[in-house]
């Protein structure tokens, strides 16, 4: 419900539309002019009596599109195209409909499809070894001289704690995983293909954010409490040496060398995950959290998308909260302490910290933390996001899933599906150079009515389940959310393709299709 307008297109290209218009009048004088000329007089009474109601007719069909045009023109007050009258009447009914999508929800639109290759999608997935994806959770136990898990019940669940919130890679690959098994039971937006030549995408399932976490990250504490060189280049090779070693891999692969990687698809969701080979395998379409950390050559809101980062805190089933149970105005715990960018946090602290219905605390162990800011963000109407080490943060998908409405602060942050998902109409965004004006955030969060806040509160309850994570998958939850998005690019990268490959014909050109990849 709140995508943005598909009728909008129509109305974009306004000099086209005069130009269409014209000449459909020109056609459409003509071939009266020559009706009359064969029909005589009784033919121009027709005209001048019962025109409206002919060309009205006529653009209901619409066969012809000019001729609708036509239409709207000259009866512009009650006969706007349908397109145009469903978009601008969208404001006032999308919450009323919304909220029906929710509640009588997933029967409709989740009822499991089964997949098949009528799916959105067609990906093919590299076999890589289990060192890449599964291996790395210890509960996997892959048969002598298989790669996958051989069903959905073999599939060993994510390792939990703090992990997650970079997990997409995890969710992605078991969703792809099983897309072509039997007794699937989830909708279907990709679906896997046995041959690379028939895929619209190329899926590289390496868990990148995992194995940094436990080869890259670790080490750097070992390394610290144990004082252990040994371990640290141990560990710190291993992320490394899995990063080489799919560069040799693809670059070797018919795949990659097809399309020079430009259909590939690397879920990176961690911001220093891939670090070493990144910017070489940046032709490839990245799976990120953002692009704080990222050269813009290598990764771009253009080329890439942005996925939600798994929220570590519960969703907040059977919501019974109100403006009123909701004491609190602002809610924000966190580290205060970042590096650039973060220097926001400091200043608002101070602005904010003696505010009577504020929570603005600091530094708080991470179990600690777990409870205290389920409890608190539950009890406030307003969720502090601002930029940190990075622009995003988990604390984000943290405050959508307890319905405590975000209040963004952080100018160069990209969110997910922004081109599906009208971010406004459920979050505040404020400027940073007005958010440190003295007392502006907390007089502009004050002002916010019942009323309001409690619009933005029953979006919420409507968007959530695009930040879920979970197999198997649900419709239009995280996982297929990140698969349409990844569709969306598709246009634009076989137009790159189909150029590139203009003066590269050879003599298999005969064999090459025509159409779609
Ligand atoms: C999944 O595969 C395993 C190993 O092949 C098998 O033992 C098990 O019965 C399968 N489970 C289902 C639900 O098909
Ligand atoms: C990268 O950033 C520079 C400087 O801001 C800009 O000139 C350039 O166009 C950007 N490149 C891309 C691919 O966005
Ligand atoms: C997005 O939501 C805001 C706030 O509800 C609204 O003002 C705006 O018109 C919406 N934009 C679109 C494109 O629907
Ligand atoms: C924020 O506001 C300031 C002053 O009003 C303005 O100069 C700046 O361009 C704004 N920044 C953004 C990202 O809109
Ligand atoms: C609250 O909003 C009203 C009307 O929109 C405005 O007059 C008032 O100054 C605002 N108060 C604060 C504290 O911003």
Not at 33 to 43: D, E, K, Q, R, T
Not at 98 to 124: F, H, I, R, T, W
Not at 175 to 191: G, K, V, Y
Not at 234 to 263: F, I, R, T
Request: net charge neutral; with cysteine.
């Amino acid at each position: 419900m709140w995508k943005l307008s598909k009728g909008s297109g129509n109305r974009t290209v306004p000099g086209f539309k005069d130009f269409t218009v014209r000449k459909g009048h020109v056609i459409l004088g003509f071939a009266f002019c020559v009706i009359c000329v064969i029909a005589g007089l009784s033919c121009s009474y027709r005209l001048s009596n019962s025109e409206p109601t002919e060309v009205r007719r006529l653009s209901t069909g619409s066969l012809l599109p000019h001729l609708r045009i036509l239409t709207s023109q000259a009866y512009s007050d009650d006969e706007v195209p349908t397109t145009e009258r469903a978009s601008e009447s969208m404001d006032s009914r999308t919450v009323v409909e919304s909220l029906e999508d929710v509640k009588l929800g997933d029967e409709n639109d989740g009822v499991p499809q089964g997949c098949d290759s009528n799916a959105e999608l067609k990906v093919y997935m590299y076999d890589l070894p289990p060192e890449f994806h599964y291996g790395m959770i210890s509960a996997f136990e892959p048969k002598i001289g298989k790669i996958w898990p051989a069903n959905a019940s073999q599939i060993p669940p994510y390792p939990g704690g703090l992990y997650q919130q970079h997990s997409p890679e995890y969710w992605l690959t078991s969703d792809l995983l099983t897309s072509n098994m039997q007794n699937r039971e989830a909708p279907c937006t990709a679906f896997r293909v046995e041959r690379w030549e028939d895929a619209d995408f190329v899926f590289v399932p390496f868990f990148a954010s995992l194995s940094y976490n436990r080869y890259g990250k670790v080490t750097d504490q070992m390394l610290v409490e144990e004082g252990s060189n040994m371990k640290h280049s141990l560990y710190k090779d291993k992320n490394e040496e899995l990063q080489a070693k799919l560069v040799q891999y693809l670059e070797k692969h018919p795949a990659w060398k097809a399309s020079n990687g430009k259909n590939h698809v690397m879920v990176i969701h961690h911001p220093n995950s891939m670090q070493a080979v990144r910017d070489r395998l940046r032709n490839a379409l990245y799976v990120v959290s953002d692009f704080g950390r990222y050269e813009n050559e290598t990764a771009n809101i253009r080329k890439d998308v942005v996925a939600p980062y798994k929220h570590v805190l519960p969703t907040f089933t059977d919501d019974s909260s109100s403006f009123h149970t909701r004491s609190t105005v602002v809610y924000f715990q966190g580290s205060i302490v970042r590096k650039e960018g973060g220097k926001i946090r400091h200043e608002l602290y101070d602005l904010l910290k003696d505010e009577p219905d504020v929570h603005f605390t600091t530094g708080i162990t991470a179990s600690e933390g777990f409870h205290s800011a389920t409890r608190g963000m539950r009890s406030s109407r307003f969720c502090l996001n601002l930029a940190g080490d990075t622009p995003s943060s988990n604390r984000l998908f943290d405050s959508i899933a307890s319905h405590c409405v975000p209040v963004i602060i952080s100018d160069d942050l990209e969110l997910p599906f922004e081109d599906d998902l009208n971010y406004s109409s459920f979050c505040i965004f404020i400027n940073s150079t007005r958010a440190l004006q003295p007392g502006y955030v907390i007089n502009l969060l004050r002002n916010v009515s019942s009323e309001e806040w409690t619009l933005m509160w029953e979006r919420l309850l409507v968007v959530e389940r695009h930040f879920e994570y979970q197999f198997p998958s649900v419709a239009n939850d995280a996982v297929n959310m990140v698969w349409k998005a990844i569709a969306r690019k598709l246009p634009a990268i076989r137009l790159t393709i189909n150029k590139e490959r203009r003066y590269m014909a050879k003599p298999s050109w005969r064999r090459s299709k025509l159409g779609a990849m």
